[in-house]
């Protein structure tokens, strides 16, 4: 089965910072996707990475999908009080496995 | 164009009652995913559906739990005598081709006393 850890599992920043998180697969990615989850909401899928080595740029998120298709991350600048749920990197199609998930805090 | 759409959003039904948990997907989605977020961890897939089909219900606890996709309305997860554990959020997710990410619902939070 495969596992999806995420890093860091928390974090806590002041608005303006940068910060980076981590998906890492104990096997290759088919692909994978980048969510964030609001307390209350369901997930809201930010974006679709395919092909190792994959940049893909949403405003100020930044997504990297590592070469061998093992690891991705997730860059934010300049982050704002609205970054502020739960992050979650997720893996498949028609079965998803999900990530264990970075809440981010951002204060003003 | 409406979401998917999901209800009850908060269930409260004592120790032995069923649960009846409703999706509707997007519009033109015609594959409907049913998740749990059980409190302090990640979601998990429970059951695949397409029309009248049960596509792959790998994640469904054996007894108790069954899930449908009629020709017409809504997708139902049923719970038959709930117990604490199943106390969770139940997310519906809705694509139109499979793969490649869904369109979540905001979710059933199910509280079982």
């Known amino acids: 089965t495969q596992l999806l850890e995420q890093s860091p599992q928390f974090l806590s920043i002041q608005e303006g910072e940068n910060l980076t998180v981590y998906c890492n697969s104990s096997s290759v990615f088919s692909s994978l996707q980048w969510y964030r989850q609001e307390p209350g909401e369901g997930p809201v899928l930010l974006v679709t990475v395919v092909t190792g080595g994959e940049v893909k740029k949403l405003k100020r998120l930044t997504f990297q999908f590592g070469d061998a298709r093992k690891d991705s991350s997730l860059h934010i600048t300049a982050a704002q009080t609205g970054d502020t749920g739960l992050y979650l990197c997720?893996?498949?199609?028609?079965?998803?496995?999900f990530g264990t998930g970075t809440r981010l805090q951002v204060f003003p | 164009n409406a979401g998917v759409m999901q209800n009850p959003r908060h269930l409260v039904r004592r120790r032995g009652q069923e649960a009846r948990l409703r999706c509707s997907p997007m519009?033109?989605?015609?594959?409907v995913y049913w998740y749990r977020q059980l409190p302090e961890e990640g979601l998990k897939f429970m059951v695949y559906?397409?029309?009248?089909?049960?596509?792959?219900e790998s994640g469904m606890p054996k007894e108790r739990f069954s899930a449908e996709f009629p020709k017409e309305g809504p997708s139902i997860l049923r719970i038959q005598q709930v117990v604490r554990g199943d106390s969770a959020a139940y997310f519906c997710a809705s694509s139109s081709t499979g793969a490649y990410g869904y369109t979540f619902g905001s979710g059933t939070r199910l509280t079982v006393v």
């Open positions: 519009k033109g989605h015609s594959h």
């Open positions: 997720a893996e498949g199609t028609d079965k998803l496995i």
């Open positions: 559906l397409q029309k009248e089909n049960i596509i792959d």
